[in-house]
């Protein structure tokens, strides 16, 4: 079965830092969508990154960034020039790329991003 | 992008009562639906999985007959939390899916729905 692992429960960064959350999964799987989902005080869950595990490069959208790293199976999200609209619970995803009728989405716990002024 | 909602986003209720939540995929089909349910500062558990047209599927532990799915069309799913109890306070999420080409679809969710029971 496949899991999904983010060791920090919390973390903090300065405005305008660079942070970077952590997150480890495991699948038997070759061919998969890993996600990084923001979730704001309002809870609407939004997504911030996809990378999709046959891509050799890295998905990058603005200020936020991955490392995959498919052999080690860690994929890590970085935010650069922090905001304090990137305050927020963030969590890691996977997916299996061809989907069955029943496949789900598998959510690790979450890291909650606090951002200081 | 593809927008689900939610209705009602907020809901007291008392206890012994049932209620309702409402999920909407308003400009795609969505063959596919979920309901996830989120203890505060957790993530999301899923619920079941709801397929139009069909039963749908609980996870382990869920209580089919207290969570009652209704997928009846690809445009709405529905939640029916039967004989609620304070226990059953959460906030709850669903989400659909859009078939984009074959094997491949886009997943959104939500705004969610606060449950109180009193």
């Known amino acids: 079965a496949q899991t999904v692992t983010q060791s920090q429960p919390e973390m903090s960064v300065q405005e305008a830092e660079t942070v970077t959350l952590s997150c480890t999964y495991d699948t038997s799987e070759s061919d998969y969508y890993l996600f990084w989902y923001k979730q704001p005080p309002s809870r609407q869950m939004i997504l911030v990154i996809r990378?999709?595990?046959?891509?050799?490069q890295n998905a990058t959208e603005n200020r936020f960034s991955v490392n995959f790293q498919k052999a080690a199976k860690s994929f890590s999200l970085k935010i650069s020039d922090s905001q304090l609209g990137d305050a927020a619970m963030y969590f890691c995803a996977y997916r299996r790329l061809w989907v069955n009728r029943d496949d789900k989405i598998i959510f690790g716990k979450g890291t909650r991003l606090h951002i200081l002024p | 992008g593809a927008v689900v909602s939610q209705h009602p986003s907020w809901v007291i209720c008392k206890s012994g009562t049932s209620v309702k939540i409402e999920c909407r995929s308003l400009d795609f089909q969505a063959t596919t639906m979920f309901w996830y349910r989120q203890f505060p500062k957790q993530s999301l558990m899923l619920m079941a999985t709801s397929n139009e047209g069909s039963k749908a599927t609980y996870e382990q532990g869920v209580e089919k007959d207290k969570f009652l799915i209704n997928h009846a069309s690809l445009t709405l799913s529905t939640l029916t939390v039967t004989s609620a109890h304070p226990e059953d306070s959460s906030f709850y999420i669903c989400?659909?899916?859009?078939?984009?080409?074959?094997?491949?679809?886009?997943?959104?969710f939500g705004p969610g729905t606060r449950l109180t029971v009193t």
């Open positions: 989400s659909a899916r859009e078939l984009r080409r074959e094997g491949h679809y886009e997943q959104y």
């Open positions: 990378q999709e595990a046959y891509k050799q």
